[in-house]
């Protein structure tokens, strides 16, 4: 391995793609929609509709309280540690499959994730969750958009690439001029 990028395989099944108006969205890109929109909701459903979860609610909001009356706080944060890590590593290797990784590849991840919990407000789940949607959806329409703007009006100088990288920052520029807390943030959080 050392230091070069490694590529693994798609699976057979997940090979191929499906035309949309303007472009083609690969079968695997969408499996990852799939399998991602399934984990998300998953998790969201544990946090917000099981005892589970509104105990590990409770232990964030005042944990020394949450121990008096008998839940084991250690052992429920551990448990959501570990889940966080699998989420995490489902992620990962979904995203492996379709762009390779590299020794340097997390640095991408840190920031895209700064700027993605920026946007949906610091504390918020939800907030975060529906920022990583318009980040990605973003980073998906808006080359779409300008390609076929470039197609329209016979530009081709537009270096698309270039200007997805910047598109997570751009729509946080513009996020925190109109909330400067984020889509989702309290008031007081930080202060």
Do not use: C, H
């Amino acid at each position: 391995m050392g230091a070069s990028a490694v590529q693994p395989t798609k699976p057979e099944f997940l090979t191929g793609g499906t035309d949309l108006v303007v472009t083609q969205v690969g079968t695997y890109r969408l499996f990852t929609v799939a399998v991602s929109t399934v984990s998300v909701a998953a998790v969201y459903y544990l946090i917000t509709n099981t005892d589970f979860g509104l105990s590990v609610r409770a232990g964030v909001q005042d944990g020394e309280m949450t121990e008096f009356v008998g839940v084991n706080l250690p052992l429920r944060f551990t448990a959501m540690f570990f889940l966080g890590s699998a989420i995490a590593g489902l992620g990962g290797a979904l995203r492996v499959v379709e762009f390779g990784i590299d020794p340097g590849a997390a640095e991408e991840f840190v920031l895209l994730a700064f700027v993605v919990v920026v946007i949906g407000g610091v504390g918020s789940i939800f907030g975060s969750v529906l920022a990583g949607l318009l980040v990605g959806w973003a980073q998906f329409l808006v080359p779409v958009v300008l390609s076929a703007l470039a197609v329209v009006t016979g530009v081709s100088a537009i270096n698309v690439e270039g200007i997805s990288d910047l598109i997570p920052f751009a729509v946080m520029i513009g996020v925190l001029l109109v909330r400067p807390r984020g889509l989702f943030g309290e008031e007081g959080l930080l202060e």
